[in-house]
């Protein structure tokens, strides 16, 4: 009995942990600082002290603060002291570093893996790295052996053991061995996934399969990257959706249509804007003069006849269609007016910030120019003001 209860305890703090694990801090900025915060409780877990910050990869994330730089953990522990000139995000182990105009690779304590003796280096991915010496691009493992010679006029990442590369001004794709499985015929050539690739040949997009055989005609005006499964199809300036075997199981019959994400696309006919899923039915009818992006609770503010409400995936109105439409949405408010004063509205179409002032603009890292009293100040996102306050 008590294994148990202690296995269950166990269990619980297990995926108390692997639930914080998946908690990346977001950068945010903070009058002219920055620093990072949980994206889904808007938490601050770093202090913004840094002058410039980029994303976390690999539990690292590159900081300056005072003209130095330092790659921290998330608990905002410095790890490293840069004393490089450039370093690029952590994959793989390794961060890709510059110094005296060369580049090579260092660890997560920052040990120098690999000598600085590269023309340019870029982020490992499938164990191997590209790198430009001699002005051509090879590839090399993670000792630093060149493992396909410098021969390229440019060269990307290995992506399902594939890479795109570029010979006598063409792109093909190589294997592992550097020997070419997709001979050099397109001026555009992407990552594989799901073992077929978008390419461009003469000004036109399909998709090819790991042969190279097209599986979607190379004659469409454009093919997007694929997201959630499908990529977005434009031919005679109509939308559509393919899927990686190359049918259009949504025809292109959209002025306009959005990568899918979560299921959802939004789509555009006669300047009235939608919802689909991935089987093309039509989820919310095409009867808004705009919709934004759906939040987590998949709930969205719409234009309806120039007003602001919002509304679910089931077109159901969550907050009714109130406030006159001013500008679009800037950081997830937007400006509303009311007998002459000025607000904002959240993504629900919540009144958040009262008709207060003469006049409001649009948020900008995390606070917005309004005119009280007439006098200009700025305000955060609580409506506190935190610049030329009285």
Known sequence: MHYLKYTFLCLILCSYLIGQAQTIPTPFKSQEKYGYVDAGTGKVIIQ????????????????????????????GAIKINLKYDSALAFTEGLSAVKA?????????????????????????AE??????????????????KEIILPQFESGFEFSEGMAAVKKNGKYGYINSKGVFVVQPLYEKAGNYSSGVAVVE???????????????????????????DGLVRVQKSETWGFANSSGVMIIPADYDWASDFSNGYAKVKKNNLYGYIDKTGTVIVPLVY?????????????????????????????????????????SEGYAVVTKAGKYGYIDMKGKLSIS??????????????????????????????CVKFCE
């Open 48 to 75: 913004p002290i840094y002058d410039k910050v980029t994303p976390f990869s690999e539990g690292r994330a590159l900081v300056y603060r005072m003209g130095k730089g330092y790659f921290i953990d998330q608990t």
């Open 100 to 124: 005296t105009g060369a580049w090579g690779y260092m660890d997560k304590l920052g040990s120098l893996k690999i000598p600085l003796k590269f023309e340019q280096a870029y982020p490992f």
């Open 127 to 144: 164990g191997m790295a590209v790198i430009k010496k001699g002005g051509k691009y090879g590839y090399i493992d993670k000792t630093g």
């Open 201 to 227: 040949r003469d000004g036109k997009y399909g998709i090819i399969d790991k042969s190279g055989k097209a599986i979607l005609a190379i004659e469409q005006d454009w093919v997007s990257v694929f997201k």
């Open 289 to 329: 003069q705009w919709l934004e992006d759906p939040d987590n609770d998949l709930e969205m503010m719409a234009i309806k006849s120039g007003t602001w409400g919002c509304i679910n995936m089931e077109n159901e109105v969550v907050s009714p269609f109130t406030y006159k439409v001013n500008r679009p949405f």
């Open 355 to 384: 008709f207060n002032y003469e006049y409001a603009y649009d948020f900008l890292n995390g606070t917005a120019e309004v005119v009280l009293n007439e006098k200009t100040r700025f305000i955060d996102k609580k409506g506190t």
